[in-house]
T-cell receptor, first 116, second 114 residues
């Protein structure tokens, strides 16, 4: 079974530029998450999708960050304009919906963003 | 406000000995706890979990202990092996479904010495 795919793996941009990250979840996983992991910290949830609907975007800085999952499969996270403090690893994860306590989120390798 | 805290940024253990990673939480509504392992340039991978109705869960060399009154959990790895060298994240959620938001700690880097 293929894992969560993300691209690009690395991106360097200057502040005030825009950038977009792409994620393709595991086939059949209806729930998709974007996390931001700043160096020395744990992953922080930015947005959670159930199919193509947003479940939780309470920690997404909506003035500069946007995300979409138009067809309920792959997703794009955009930052416009980028700030220095956006330098981080952006992780995408997916899971099957359900109530089983043993279900977990499967993470992609992440996109490492450096804003200069 | 950090709801999940891992106060030891790093830990070094000799191969074959026991590794003990600690985690504290502040939100009494958390009822499901997880440990993730992360290698460099990879995403975190699920390691082991525990529900608040239990105080121990074991999976091979890995055991997680939960002390609800102290709001503390720990991960024991015995015996420690070189492949265990990684960053370990403690995480917690309200509810154990995949729809539950997971709150991560800042991680502990475990190094296994030969």
């Amino acid at each position: 079974e293929a894992g969560v795919a993300q691209s690009p793996r690395y991106k360097i941009i200057e502040k005030r530029q825009s950038v977009a990250f792409w994620c393709n979840p595991i086939s059949g996983h209806a729930t998709l998450y974007w996390y931001q992991q700043i160096l020395g910290q744990g992953p922080k949830l930015l947005i959670q999708f159930q199919n193509n609907g947003v479940v939780d975007d309470s920690q997404l800085p909506k003035d500069r960050f946007s995300a979409e999952r138009l067809k309920g499969v792959d997703s794009t996270l955009k930052i416009q304009p980028a700030k220095l403090e956006d330098s981080a690893v952006y992780l995408c994860a997916s899971s099957k919906p359900g109530l089983a306590t043993q279900e977990t989120q499967y993470f992609g390798p992440g996109t490492r963003l450096l804003v200069l | 406000d950090q709801q999940v805290k891992q106060n030891s940024p790093s830990l070094s253990v000799q191969e074959g000995r026991i590794s003990i990673l600690n985690c504290d939480y502040t939100n009494s509504m958390f009822d499901y706890f997880l440990w993730y392992k992360k290698y460099p340039a990879e995403g975190p991978t699920f390691l082991i979990s525990i529900s608040s109705i239990k105080d121990k869960n074991e999976d091979g060399r890995f055991t997680v202990f939960l002390n609800k009154s102290a709001k503390h959990l720990s991960l024991h790895i015995v015996p420690s092996q070189p492949g265990d060298s990684a960053v370990y994240f403690c995480a917690a959620s309200e509810g154990g479904s995949s729809a539950s938001k997971i709150i991560f700690g800042s991680g502990t880097r475990l190094s296994i010495r030969p």
